[in-house]
């Protein structure tokens, strides 16, 4: 196409010359005049007709790059190709997103934390460092996590979390570095810090009164216990938002674990409608808790020798019968299948197992997996490779297991843990999403009067309905129990202070 448009260039000139002259006898006169010149001036003359031309053309390629590929729309394919791959290449850049503008204020000091507990645990008491931080005005260093805790796990905070997103998207509330500044990190390396646990359940006078002080003095604070150091009521209004703001927009896990969740997900959902069971019948919680039902005595001595093997595992004889009976035992496979039957969960459905390897194997899950066959893991719906970047990292594991329970259609946890709390309060900000909170006191007791025979099926199943038919994660207020913080509702399974109706749009914090 290019060399026909080059053949009709000397036709197309001629006839606008010859327009620019009005007649036949000024034209003629023109082809006269040409071709008397000598061979030397005509070529003199293509080429600055030539260099004009590429002059306009050159030019009118500027005006392109300016205003975009669209103006070559249309235009021979010669022309436009560098257009067409600008255009593709735009569209697959990602949006710029404005960051907030950097909150201004006299820094006070540095706080350094380290986060002690499992994935979730680290996760609300990250969110409560970053409050604490912002209303101290002090500058806070990206949050140590646990390494030494039963999971053993070597992850860093950049290894779980999106790091880049969490300091930018908080710069407007608190300033969070990455490390100390060199200053600052000799002072540490001297022995020059404050260290200490914070008082469990305090409020904000307490961080302003007697912490604060602290950091003032020594200029580098070290608090080494950060598990439910704030208080869940009782705190004003935009503590709690502030807290809520980390949790739910501050706190992305890494691109890689955010992609692998989201594949996880779309595979669940080409299926259909899954239900995400946290189903914690895993060793550490069994032999942590006592709780043994159900298994053989050299199940029962393994747990017991690993209960005494963990010094900071205060409670060593535990009557696992009784304890079972007040409702503080996680639900059993066997317990677990018979109350989702009782509620009515369809056996079709997928079930996506949100726990690390359930103790007693395939014997102890042979109950659930006959009662519901679609029982997926997942180790059993990605490839191995899938998983090799955070194999033997649990709290890489659980973050997983975090996105895809979040994402689920319906939640049960088997037990009240650091997971099944927090995902209940993330699913009641996405606007009330079902949860159902088995009430285990209720259900053992429930349990075993059908097994004995002394309950119908049809009885033992409207019982566990009617029970729970107000449990399934919808609006409430958090119940508040002055001087007994431990047995209130949890902040971070119900921020009321965060929520709206149902019927509002979705409020971004």
Known sequence: MCKMEKSLYHRKLWEIKVRLLGDNSKAEKLRNSFASRSPTSLWMIRVVSVLLLWSCFVHLMALGDMWGPRLFNGWPSCFNQRGLSTALEMKSLPP??????????????????????????????????????????????????????????????????????FISSLRDEVRILKELPPRVKKR????????????????????????????????????????SRLANNGLPVEVQKLRCRVNFNGLKFTPQIEELGRRVVNILREKGPFLVLHLRYEMDMLAFSGCSHGCNP?????????????????????????????????????????????????????????????????????????????????????????????????SQMAALD????????????TNDGNMARVVEGHRRFLGFKKTIQ????????????????????????????????????SPKRRLLIPNKPKEEDYFYSNPQECLQLLDEPLRVI
């Open 402 to 413: 975090y996105l895809v329970a979040v994402e689920s259609d319906i939640f049960v946890p």
């Open 96 to 165: 710029k997103i404005a960051l907030p503008p950097k909150r201004v204020y006299q820094n006070n000091g540095y706080l350094m934390v380290s986060c002690n507990g499992g994935l979730n645990q680290m996760r609300a008491a990250i969110c409560d460092m970053v409050t604490v931080a912002r209303y101290m005005n002090v500058t806070l260093i990206v949050p140590e996590l646990d390494k030494t805790s039963f999971w053993n796990d070597p992850s860093e905070f950049k290894d779980i979390f999106d790091v880049d997103h």
């Open 298 to 394: 050299e199940e029962e001595e393994e747990l017991t020798r690993m209960r005494y093997a963990y010094p900071w595992w205060k409670e060593k004889v535990i009557n696992s019968e009784e304890k079972r009976k007040e409702g503080l035992c996680p639900l059993t496979p066997e317990e677990t299948a018979l109350t989702l039957t009782a509620l009515g969960i369809d056996r079709n459905v997928q079930i996506y197992i949100a726990a690390g390897e359930i103790y007693g194997g395939e014997r102890r899950m042979k109950a659930l997996t006959d009662a519901f066959p679609n029982v997926v893991r997942k180790e059993t719906i990605l490839e191995s490779s899938d998983l090799d970047f955070c194999r033997n990292h649990s």
């Open 438 to 473: 088995l009430n285990r006191k209720f259900l053992v007791k429930l349990i075993d009067e059908y097994t004995e025979g002394l309950l119908t099926w049809d009885v033992f199943s409207s019982m566990v309905k009617a029970f729970h038919s107000t449990r399934m994660g």
């Open 188 to 227: 540490v390396e001297l022995g020059m810090y404050h260290e200490m646990p914070p008082i469990s359940w305090s409020n904000m006078s307490y961080y302003q009164n007697q912490i604060l002080p602290l950091v003032k003095k020594h200029k580098v604070l070290h608090l080494n216990k950060t598990d």
